[in-house]
């Protein structure tokens, strides 16, 4: 049962639009994650929120801002997308160190 | 930084056969997790096994921390196998992801 909520499952956008996704989680946990699935399913850790710290930030584009309200929401948003953004956002969330669990992530195409 | 490699990239089987898989790993703290995705779809967590083995169903999990490897085996496979596997372990700060892998099962 998923436990780890994104919307909207599905994005296509134009070059230059902003976008927002949105994550949520119900199993109480501490800590969030926004990965990026490229296509060639490569996963790469963007943004690590700690009861809505940021405590990983990796290298990633300015055009990418991480937002997160309380422990259980933490949202992506992307200003002035590029065609190289297109691929699937994957949020998930872990109690500290512990097993992640993963949302069914989002697909965006950058037209 | 730290790097997961995992191995093979890809395996093909015929439906009954057994199927294993790799996962070394450089960094000591070990928060060693395997993911399913099937085609299109989202990360199941399999396994979240720091260290020892670690049965459900047909797969099992061997982590030895100290040789910094993991292993999921996959006993009398079934073509519902077929997906990508991964592997993930945590360092500073952040879990890093394998490249997966790609496991076909042909009835």
């Known amino acids: 049962e998923t436990a780890v909520f994104q919307t909207p499952n599905y994005h296509v956008t134009q070059v230059g639009n902003e976008v927002s996704f949105n994550c949520k989680q119900t199993l109480g946990h501490d800590t969030m994650y926004w990965y990026k699935q490229d296509s060639k399913k490569l996963l790469k850790i963007m943004f690590s929120y700690n009861n809505k710290q940021l405590i990983v930030n990796e290298t990633v584009p300015r055009r990418f801002s991480p937002q997160s309200s309380d422990k259980a929401h933490l949202n992506l948003r992307i200003k002035s997308v590029e065609p190289e953004d297109s691929a699937v956002y994957l949020c998930?969330?872990?109690?500290?160190?512990?097993?992640?669990?993963f949302g069914k992530g989002t697909r965006l195409t950058v037209v | 930084g730290q790097q997961v490699q995992q191995s093979p990239a890809s395996l093909v089987l015929q439906e009954g056969e057994n199927a294993e898989l790799q996962c070394n790993f450089s960094?000591?703290?070990?928060?060693l997790q395997w993911f399913y995705q099937h085609p299109g779809g989202r990360l199941v967590s399999l396994f979240y096994n720091p260290s020892g083995t670690k049965h459900t169903g047909r797969l099992t999990s061997t982590t030895v921390t100290n040789e910094r490897r993991s292993s999921l085996h996959i006993s009398s496979s079934q073509t519902t196998d077929s997906g990508t596997y991964f592997c993930a372990n945590y360092g500073n700060e952040k879990i890093t992801f394998g490249a997966g892998t790609k496991l076909t099962i042909k009835p």
């Open positions: 960094s000591t703290a070990t928060r």
């Open positions: 998930a969330s872990s109690y500290g160190r512990g097993e992640v669990f």
